[in-house]
């Protein structure tokens, strides 16, 4: 039973302090219990989605965004989970028009700004996603995100003046981080990202290492939009290994990265490097 009561209000609140403490099954059972017993709570079923997304099911996180706008067309942050979640499928096409949808209503929104500069990154339009990215941290959005998204766009358009103001503030944000949240694994991936993104591949090959020190065999994890797992973070540190030219020790990061998962694309090519 939960805390305040065997009612749905009370099995939501349950939910959100599991999820905001990163236990997210035991928030989906929460969720799930107060679905139970409201059927109508729509803020539940909204945070239910935002859960398996979490845990890397994104279709079924669609599915459930899809029935909360469904059921109430006006909640604009349903709309842009939605739109980020079709971004983690694959589908940068119905990403792009969610994101339209919330801009021609809400110009200002940062998150769908953001999320249209993600559209354009995934389909080559380098210069685009600069732009609006741009906008994103002019509107409010100046998150890590924002930052690193930019950072990599302007350096695929060579506007090195850019890219390396972007991913040095993206750094720094990480950093703190890091630093509030030391023995958690997301800082150190990300700042290893940032620092692969800068060409500095011995420094992105600790922070890997780091992450993966502080990594659960099975787990997702997820922060500022960037998913992974242990099998990534070992993919991540086999590139920078590759890059720094030390090509054994790259080969061995293949084979352990396919003991793990024998179908691993990037793991085959790191074994055979």
Partial sequence: ?????????????????????GDVTRAIEHFERALQLDNTLTAARHQLGKCYGRQGETQRAIELFQRVIK????????RVDLGYALLECGRPGDAERVFLEITHVKPDNSRA???LAF????????????????????????????????????????RADIAVE???????????????????PEGY?????????????????????AAEDRSQPHQHYVSYGERFNRVDILARRGV??????????????????????????????????
């Fill in 119 to 158: 559209c354009a990154f995934d389909t080559g339009r380098w210069e685009e996603a600069m732009h609006l990215a741009q906008a994103a941290v002019v509107q409010g959005g100046a998150s890590f995100a924002a930052f690193f998204l930019l950072g990599r766009a302007a350096s695929l358009c060579d």
């Fill in 189 to 209: 991936y990300l700042r290893g990202e940032v620092q692969f993104a800068q060409g500095n591949f011995a420094a992105a090959l600790d922070s890997f290492r």
């Fill in 113 to 115: 700004q953001l999320g």
């Fill in 166 to 184: 972007s991913l040095k503030r993206a750094e720094a944000m990480i950093e703190k981080s890091i630093e509030t949240s030391p023995d958690q």
């Fill in 240 to 273: 920078c290994l590759q890059r720094l030219d030390r090509l054994a020790d790259a080969r061995e990061v293949g084979r352990q990265i396919l003991g793990l998962d024998p179908e691993h694309k990037l793991g085959r090519a790191l074994s055979e490097t």
């Fill in 71 to 78: 059921e109430k067309p006006g909640l604009v942050p349903v």
């Fill in 1 to 21: 039973m939960a805390f305040g009561g065997e009612t749905a209000e009370s099995y939501y609140d349950e939910g959100l302090t599991a999820s905001m403490k």
